[in-house]
């Protein structure tokens, strides 16, 4: 979910794509506008402006409000250029290829201002239209006092005929005359308006200070103009928003005489305004709040909190969502998103806190005041409850469990994209922990995390600088005690943590996915140091782990082939080890990768067989050459008196590996007591301390068991 954010934007073609989708949708609109050149050039320039700004901390409401205004003033000022716009740029991260936690809080405040300042804008243009008839009907009646009987047609004109609403009222507040445009937008004959108050008319809110800023400003001292935006409510009860200009006419003797007003109906504007800024801050899928204005929330929160005011998040991720849209299909996962959101949003909702959608799967809950972690615990525990309750989704019935990353601190002073970083980080220690359950924020568990992330970050530049290196742990044969192999392992030279170990990096390279180039280069290293072993006359095979997210790259097979082409190194001197899970959660490509690879003529082992809850008479229909006993069974063994139950086990497991055609190696045997019994139970091959701790390659030859066997 995080991502590294580009230093500015890319002005290649993607961008230009993305204009020429702007200005369709802009000609698409029906509404005037430039020809197709110039109109292209205008919005090029626009986007070239906003996608600057989406990658710099900028003031991105600032650069959103001049895109807006300059919309207006160039001419594109229907509602739909508005809603079509935002729709448009809504892709502009994507089109400019900018990454990273702010990029939609920085898209939602550009969208924002400008949706803002094109109102705004549009506003004033209204206005402005209404100021110039005013003037016009101020000009017509001025003239009229003059010469009133050449005139009279040219007001008369003007005031039935003008698409602006425009009513006198004496200085009471009640209607004189009203043209057909006011009869039009409240649905009432213009001869029922006559006599009417005119506050009447506007929505119940709002007149009070309609009144105030009349009487305030254009009755009190000095007179002059007012203009306002309101609310209406017409004859049928229905609510919308017009803008309205109020000027005072003064009599002959100089005295207010009456009042002209006149209005424009801008609810369709208000409308779609509204509409933008919820698709702006709301998940369109579950309707919550987005991550935009959770932002919004928490830094709202923390600005005004007091030195003793406490916050508190549970950050919520459900868990195998993946296999449900893989399984089912993503609209069965949506629907069971939506059904999922609506419970915990009630419930959230009932406990008077707010949560939104972050992610795919992934859900906030904000408390704006805690009084103590209890507090966010007990919420926590509440809304896995919540959860216990199978969802009943297009005829299934779904399980559902969640994990939960809880974090309660002092407001005062923190950091939001701190504090959601830390609860982020928690959830993952909560599925760490067996899933189905919450943690709360430990700050060493935080530590060793956020070391976890640092290495996740410096695994690829790593990669690249020949950072790595293998070393070869020899396979001993129990029966002769001479050389077979090596397993390849692999070891970190870190610049400035030293020797790391795979327990160390491999789980946070699998989480983020560098595994895969690190298992082709382990692959490929791998057998270009077994290749020169050959050349040497040492005929060992060498075994390589390959991972579960390896297993299932659809180009393992072509990836195996490449590195025994490229090396020179005999199939059959190479073989893989894939765990006993891997194996078992697998579907039909992994298991058609296996075969093709084996069909090359190398070998495939069970890692750790006796973890995992496969079995042998599933193994069998598998193309697999041999089993690791897990290390765990070498404990027993290793005890003064070794476990009978232990020992038993290994027995049966060799035993029936045997009948299925398949050799067995023993992992972690660290004493010749270890080896002893286990050559005794029939295991063909073992490795550990006993036989000698791992080492370079070109070390492999100068093993005390070093009398070399071809590889079977």
């Known amino acids: 979910m995080h991502g590294t954010e580009s230093d500015q934007a890319t002005a290649g073609p993607e961008l230009s794509d993305l204009t020429e989708r702007w200005v369709s949708a802009v000609r698409a609109s029906g509404y005037l506008a430039p020809d197709g050149d110039r109109l292209r050039v205008f919005l090029r320039e626009l986007v070239r402006r906003m996608s600057a700004a989406l990658a710099t901390p900028a003031d991105h409401e600032r650069v959103g409000h001049d895109v807006g205004v300059a919309l207006v003033r160039a001419g594109l000022v229907a509602p739909e250029v508005l809603r079509d716009s935002i729709t448009t740029l809504s892709r502009l991260p994507a089109d400019a290829g900018v990454s990273g936690p702010l990029v939609g809080v920085r898209l939602g405040e550009l969208l924002g201002g400008l949706s803002a300042g094109f109102c705004a804008a549009e506003r004033e243009r209204t206005l402005m239209g209404q100021e110039r008839i005013r003037a016009a009907a101020l000009a017509a009646v001025d003239t009229a006092e003059h010469a009133r009987r050449d005139s009279e047609a040219r007001l008369r004109a003007v005031f039935s005929a003008a698409g602006t609403a425009i009513a006198i009222a004496d200085l009471s507040g009640r209607l004189v005359e009203a043209n057909p445009a006011v009869s039009l937008m409240l649905g009432i004959p213009a001869a029922d308006l006559v006599g009417r108050r005119v506050l009447d008319f506007f929505h119940p809110d709002d007149a009070p200070s309609i009144r105030h800023e009349i009487v305030e400003r254009l009755l009190g001292p000095g007179g002059g103009l007012v203009r306002l935006e309101k609310r209406f409510v017409d004859a049928t009860g229905t609510t919308g928003w017009l803008t309205l200009s109020v000027s005072l006419v003064h009599g002959d003797d100089d005295r207010p005489a009456y009042l002209v007003a006149m209005a424009d109906d801008v609810t369709d504007r208000h409308r779609l305004q509204t509409e933008l800024h919820h698709q702006a801050h709301h998940d369109p899928l579950t309707g919550l709040p987005n991550r935009t204005l959770l932002y919004r929330w928490l830094r709202d929160t923390i600005a005004s909190a007091t030195p003793d005011r406490r916050i508190g998040v549970c950050f919520l991720d459900l868990d195998d969502f993946k296999i449900i849209n893989d399984t089912l299909g993503h609209g069965i996962g949506d629907q069971l998103l939506v059904a999922v959101a609506a419970r915990l949003h009630q419930r959230v909702t009932d406990a008077g806190h707010v949560m939104a959608r972050v992610g795919g799967d992934e859900f906030v809950v904000l408390l704006r005041d805690t009084d103590g972690p209890e507090q966010v615990t007990t919420l926590a525990e509440q809304l896995l409850d919540v959860l216990d309750t199978p969802v009943e989704v297009d005829g299934n019935r779904l399980s559902v469990s969640a994990s939960i990353g809880v974090l309660e601190r002092p407001a005062y002073g923190e950091d939001f994209q701190e504090v959601l970083r830390a609860a982020d980080a928690t959830l993952y220690l909560a599925k760490a922990d067996g899933r189905g359950r919450w943690a709360l924020f430990d700050p060493d568990r935080n ?239 073992a490795q550990g301390w006993h036989f000698g701790p791992a080492g370079p390659p070109e070390h492999i030859g100068t093993h005390p068991h070093h009398v070399a066997h071809p590889a079977n």
């Not at 496969?614 to 476990?643: E, I, Q, W, Y």
Request: charged share 20%.
């Open 447 to 685: 530590a060793a995390q956020m070391r976890r992330y640092d290495l996740a970050g410096r695994l690829p530049e790593a990669l690249r600088r020949d950072e790595f290196q293998l070393e070869y742990q020899p396979i001993v044969s129990l029966t002769d005690h001479g050389l077979r192999g090596a397993e390849a392992l692999l070891r970190w030279h870190h610049p400035e943590l030293g020797r790391l170990s795979p327990n160390t990096f491999i789980p946070v390279a699998e989480q983020s996915g560098v595994i895969v180039a690190l298992g082709r280069w382990v692959l490929r290293q791998a057998c270009a140091d077994a290749a020169r072993w050959q050349h040497d006359g040492q005929p060992l095979f060498v075994s390589v782990n390959v991972s579960m997210r390896q297993f299932t790259e659809p180009d393992l097979a072509d990836e195996v082939a490449r590195a025994l082409r490229d090396s020179g190194l005999p199939p059959q001197a190479l073989q893989l080890e894939i765990t006993e899970s891997a194996v078992m959660q697998s579907y039909d490509r992994p298991v058609a990768t296996l075969q093709a690879i084996a069909d090359m003529g190398v070998r495939i082992v069970i890692d750790d067989f006796g973890t995992g809850y496969s079995n042998l008479a599933h193994l069998r229909h598998l193309p697999v050459h041999g089993l690791k006993l897990a290390g765990a069974f070498m404990a027993g063994m290793r005890l003064p008196t070794p476990d009978r139950v232990d020992e038993q086990i290994v027995e049966t497991v060799v035993r029936l590996a045997h009948m299925l055609g398949m050799s067995v190696t023993a992992e972690g045997v660290e004493t010749a007591e270890q080896a002893e019994r286990l050559a005794t139970l029939g295991s063909d091959l």
